[in-house]
C-alpha cells in the first residue's frame, strides 16, 4: 500500500533556529514528490516539486531535498510567518493523484 | 488571475441528507480533482475528472460522486450524510491529467459539518 509519513507530527521553534521536517515513502511507482504549506482553514499552497534522488530545491528560507526513500523540508533562520502546516505528497496512481502525508505543524515563536 | 474558486465556504448538514459542493478551476485547466481533508490529517483524493471524464476514483464509497461540466466547472455531491462526512473538502486544478507534470492548485476548500 503507497504510504507517506511525516515527522514530527508538530515542532516548535524559536524566531532564528533552524531545522528540517520529515517526509518517508513507501509508494510504488512515484512520480513525483510535492510539498505544500497550509495555513489554518485554507487550501493547501504549492512549496516545490522533486522528481528524482538527490535534486534539491530551494525558496527563500525553505530547502527542499530528495533521496530514494525520504524527502527532508530545511528551514534556515525561521520567521514567525513561517509558522503553517508542511504537508507533503507524492504523485501516484494512473490518475497521478496526491498522496499525501499528515503534515507538520509548525510554530516558530517570536 | 482568478484563482481555484470553491462555494459554498461554510455549510452545515444534517445526517441524513444530501450535499452538493461546486468549483471552478483556473481558467484554461481542464482537470478538477477533489480531496476530503479530515481535522489534522492530510488530505484524501477522491476523484479526479479530465476533459469531463472521471480518471480516478479513491477508496469512497458511492455516496460520493462527482462530475465536470463542458466549461470545466466540478460539482461534489455526498448523499445520506453521516457525521463522518464532517471534513474540509478541497478542489484542485491542474493544465492536464498528469499532475507530476503541472501540479496542483488548490482552492481554499468548503467546510462540511454534518450534525
Known amino acids: 500500500e503507497d504510504q507517506v509519513t511525516q515527522s514530527p507530527e508538530a515542532l516548535r521553534l524559536q524566531e532564528g533556529e533552524s531545522s528540517s521536517l520529515n517526509c518517508s515513502y513507501t509508494?510504488?511507482?512515484?512520480?513525483?514528490l510535492f510539498w505544500y504549506r497550509q495555513d489554518p482553514g485554507k487550501g493547501p499552497e504549492f512549496l516545490f516539486t522533486?522528481?528524482?534522488a538527490g535534486e534539491e530545491k530551494e525558496k527563500e528560507r525553505l530547502k527542499a531535498t530528495l533521496t530514494k526513500k525520504e524527502s527532508f523540508l530545511h528551514i534556515t533562520a525561521p520567521k514567525p510567518e513561517d509558522s503553517a502546516t508542511y504537508l507533503c505528497a507524492g504523485v501516484v496512481g494512473s490518475a497521478r493523484q496526491l498522496t499525501f502525508g499528515s503534515g507538520t505543524q509548525l510554530t516558530v515563536l517570536p | 488571475d482568478a484563482g481555484v474558486t470553491q462555494s459554498p465556504t461554510h455549510l452545515i448538514k444534517t445526517r441524513g441528507q444530501q450535499v452538493t459542493l461546486r468549483c471552478s478551476p483556473i481558467?484554461?485547466?481542464?482537470?478538477v480533482s477533489w480531496y476530503q481533508q479530515v481535522l489534522g490529517q492530510g488530505p484524501q483524493f477522491i476523484f479526479q475528472?479530465?476533459?469531463?471524464?472521471?480518471?480516478g476514483r479513491g477508496n469512497f464509497p458511492d455516496r460520493f460522486s462527482a462530475r465536470q461540466f463542458p466549461n470545466y466547472s466540478s460539482e461534489l455531491n455526498v448523499n445520506a450524510l453521516l457525521l463522518g462526512d464532517s471534513a474540509l473538502y478541497l478542489c484542485?486544478?491542474?493544465?492536464?491529467?498528469?499532475?507530476?507534470?503541472?501540479?496542483?492548485?488548490f482552492g481554499s476548500g468548503t467546510r462540511l459539518t454534518v450534525v
Open positions: 481558467s484554461g485547466h481542464k482537470s
Open positions: 509508494v510504488s511507482g512515484l512520480r513525483g
Open positions: 522533486l522528481y528524482s
Open positions: 484542485a486544478s491542474s493544465p492536464g491529467w498528469d499532475s507530476s507534470n503541472y501540479g496542483y492548485t
Open positions: 475528472y479530465y476533459e469531463k471524464e472521471e480518471r
